[in-house]
Structures are given as structure tokens and as C-alpha cells.
């Protein structure tokens, strides 16, 4: 009995003193999938699992791992062509790697009773367990995770969309398209750039006079004039993110909207397009004939509502000002309106002199040539506006995309159509 009682102390004893020593010897950091540096971190231990499986069993600081998850990425086009992407990441379970001299043991779990409720998703935690002397490590390896993750973005546009009431990104990053790439009339594009640039500089400004930090822009014009581009461009050229809000997605309501325009991703645009289409009436409507719960004036309220976010840039497009409610567009919901127009003589030439112009040889044409197969392009641009006709720059982009200099400067007439003259 004497033995049964000391066997019995001393294994209670060994289990209280190796809960001591863990608590004092051991350091453990939790991640769960709600975080961002959830989404780098598994990406970062499959690439270092990847280059310690290439380099060999000698020279690898990491364990193979046999537990793997694949994630499938799916970029749906509108032509109805798609990509799809795998990536293979750590697997629920325990895991072991080497970093920096320090052992780390990697515990990734998975809830599978709750899921999350908009995505439906489960619930994951990772733990990252080590010494406690090498605590020091953990924001050098999560530094480390996050440097890959955006070097993967760098000099590339992000586009994200709502799902549910967060922002996902949309796709593969993009690459960025050149500002000057995008020809507007003379000046227009200047005259934006300048502006959003001064209410960038001018924060402390608006905080000190009481005034919501927020910009509103509204483009307005003809299809094919380069709204959108613009935009795109000019969110490139600022290192700035799109997230695309479409007012009639199904299940979209006033507090939805409302959460999503006042948690957008820093340093992002929010991109409503075609907005006179989303209200008619003030009642909107999708082309399916489906009634959104969101109302005219829960739209107008999370602009400019008492319970509206501040620190955002909103840009909204529209091929018919005219249609657009007096309320929507007045000062501090559209801070600045431009109209992108079809294309001037000018903008017809330079787009022309950019396609076929530069080195002589490339298109078969000397300088001087071409020179003077713009000038013929902006009479005719000329003489077709004294008319009454008009032609987009998507028009004229996509005839010098498929046609050498002289058979579109020949073709160009068939693109003029009759355009009434905007507001």
C-alpha cells in the first residue's frame, strides 16, 4: 500500500512538474483564420516545407511534412473562361520545423461542430509552440510570412468584392496599368489626380475643422470613354486597391452596405459602377427584375449618414448623369464630377501616335509618317464632331489593336456614330 501511495505521488508529482516546466520553459502564440497573418503564414510554411524537401535531408532545417491541405483558387471571367490555381499548405495536425536554431512545433486545428456563418468556413486556430527564449522569433517569423505574401502583390492591383460583410480579394493580383496608358482629354486626368493627392495630404486638416475625411468622385459620360480604366489606373498609380460594390448583389441591405463601406481595406477605392442603373425610382432594381433591401436612402445614409465610416474614397460611374437623383450627387456625397467623353481630335491622335508610333522600323512606318496619318485622324475626328458624330477610345483602341496604321486610318469613318451632346 506504501508503494501504491508514493508510486501514485510521484507520478502526480512528475505530471505538476512538467506542467511547471512547460509553463516556464515554453511559449505558445495562437493564429486563427479570423487574423491576416493566418492567410500568410500557411502559404509561408509550404514554400519553407518545399525548399527544405529540394535541398535535401542533410541540409534541411524542416520535417517533410505528410499532412497536406490543397486550396483551390477559381478566377471566373466573364467570356466564361476560368483558371484555377492549387496551393498546398499544412494539413490539420502536428508539425515540426527548425527556424533560425530554434525548434517550433506547428499545431493546426480545425472545428468542425461551428462554422463561420456568413462563409461557412470553419473555425481553424494554428499554435505555435517554442522556447521561451526564443519568443523573440515570433514576430521575426511572422514578419517574414508577411514580406512573401505581399511581395507576391507588389507593383500588382488587388480587386476585392463583399462577400457576405467582408471584403475578399477577387481573383490574382493584376498588374498595375500605366496612368499616362489611359488617354483623356487634356488636363481632365491631372485635374483628378491633383485633387485626390491634396485630400490625401490634408487629414490632419479635415480633423481639425470637424469635417468627415471622406472623398466622393462621380464619372460621368458615353460608354467606352475610359471610366473605368481611369480608375483602375489611377488606383495603381497611388498604390491603392478597387473593392467593387455592386448595390444590387441578393442580399445586400442598408446595414450590410453600411459595414462594408465603413470597413473597406485601407488604402482602397470603393468602385460603384453603373450606379444610375441601381435605383430607378429610388427603388432598386437588378435586370432580372429582383428587388434589393437596399433603399434609396439607406444608400444616401451610409455616404453621408450619421453612422457613415470616414478614411474612404469613393468613386461612382454612370453613362446617364441625367438620371441620377438630385440627393445622390449633391456636395459632400460627389465631391468632384468630371465628364469622360468620347474621344477630341487630340485624344484621337495621341492614341494614335501611341499605337504606331516610337521606334521607326517596328510598324513599317517612319516617324514622319505617322505624324502625318495623325494629323489626317484628327480632321477627321474634326469634321465628324461639326456633324454631330462622335467615336469612343474603346472604338478607336480596338480597330488599332487588330489593323496596321493606314487600313484603320481608312476605317475609322464606320465608327462614328450620332452621339447627343452631354449635359
Known amino acids: 500500500m506504501a508503494m501504491g501511495v508514493g508510486l501514485t505521488v510521484l507520478r502526480q508529482g512528475v505530471v505538476f512538474g512538467t506542467t511547471a516546466l512547460r509553463r516556464r520553459m515554453l511559449v505558445s502564440l495562437e493564429i486563427n483564420n479570423k487574423d491576416r497573418s493566418y ?7 509550404a514554400q519553407q516545407t518545399a525548399k527544405a524537401s529540394h535541398a535535401g535531408p542533410r541540409s534541411a532545417p524542416w520535417t517533410r511534412s505528410h499532412q497536406l491541405s490543397v486550396e483551390t483558387t477559381v478566377e471566373q471571367r466573364k467570356n466564361g473562361s476560368s483558371s484555377i490555381f492549387f496551393k498546398l499548405v499544412a494539413g490539420p495536425g502536428i508539425h515540426y520545423f527548425k527556424y ?4 517550433m512545433q506547428v499545431k493546426r486545428e480545425r472545428e468542425t461542430r461551428s462554422m463561420q456563418l456568413m462563409s461557412g468556413v470553419p473555425w481553424e486556430t494554428v499554435t505555435l509552440t517554442t522556447l521561451s527564449r526564443d519568443r523573440k522569433l515570433f514576430p521575426e517569423l511572422l514578419a517574414e510570412a508577411r514580406d512573401m505574401a505581399m511581395k507576391g502583390h507588389e507593383g500588382k492591383l488587388v480587386i476585392h468584392t463583399a462577400w457576405g460583410t467582408e471584403w475578399k480579394p477577387f481573383g490574382q493580383p493584376r498588374r498595375k496599368r500605366p496612368l499616362q496608358s489611359v488617354v483623356l482629354e487634356p488636363g481632365k486626368a491631372e485635374t483628378i489626380e491633383n485633387d485626390i493627392k491634396a485630400f490625401l495630404e490634408r487629414r490632419q486638416w479635415y480633423a481639425d475643422r470637424g469635417i468627415p475625411y471622406r472623398r466622393g468622385y462621380l ?29 444590387s ?4 441591405g442598408d446595414d450590410k452596405l453600411n459595414h462594408l463601406l465603413s ?3 485601407e488604402r482602397s477605392f470603393v468602385l460603384i459602377e453603373d450606379v444610375d442603373a441601381a435605383f ?23 455616404l453621408d449618414g450619421v453612422a ?11 453613362n446617364h448623369v441625367e438620371r441620377l437623383d438630385p440627393a445622390l450627387i449633391r456636395p459632400g456625397r460627389v465631391d468632384m464630377a468630371e465628364l469622360i467623353d468620347d474621344a ?3 485624344q484621337a491622335r495621341e492614341l494614335f501616335a501611341r499605337f504606331y508610333g516610337g521606334v521607326e522600323g517596328v510598324t513599317g512606318l517612319s516617324n514622319a509618317e505617322v505624324k502625318n496619318l495623325s494629323d489626317d485622324l484628327e480632321k477627321m475626328v474634326q469634321e465628324e464632331m461639326i456633324v454631330g458624330k462622335r467615336v469612343s477610345m474603346a472604338a478607336l483602341q480596338g480597330l488599332f489593336i487588330r489593323s496596321d496604321a493606314r487600313e484603320a486610318l481608312t476605317s475609322c469613318r464606320d465608327l462614328f456614330v450620332t452621339r447627343r451632346t452631354p449635359l
Open 263 to 265: 470597413n473597406a481595406p
Open 219 to 247: 464619372l460621368y459620360g458615353p460608354p467606352g470613354s475610359g471610366k473605368t480604366s481611369f480608375i483602375q489606373a489611377l488606383a495603381g498609380s497611388l498604390s491603392y486597391d478597387i473593392c467593387l460594390l455592386n448595390l
Open 39 to 45: 492567410e500568410w503564414f500557411l502559404p509561408w510554411m
Open 280 to 302: 430607378n425610382k429610388r427603388v432598386q432594381t437588378s435586370e432580372d427584375g429582383y428587388q434589393s433591401s437596399v433603399t434609396f436612402s439607406g444608400f444616401l445614409n451610409a
Open 100 to 103: 533560425r536554431g530554434a525548434w
Open 344 to 346: 477630341t481630335p487630340l
Open 308 to 318: 457613415s465610416g470616414e478614411e474612404r474614397i469613393i468613386f461612382m460611374t454612370t
Open 249 to 252: 448583389e441578393r442580399g445586400l
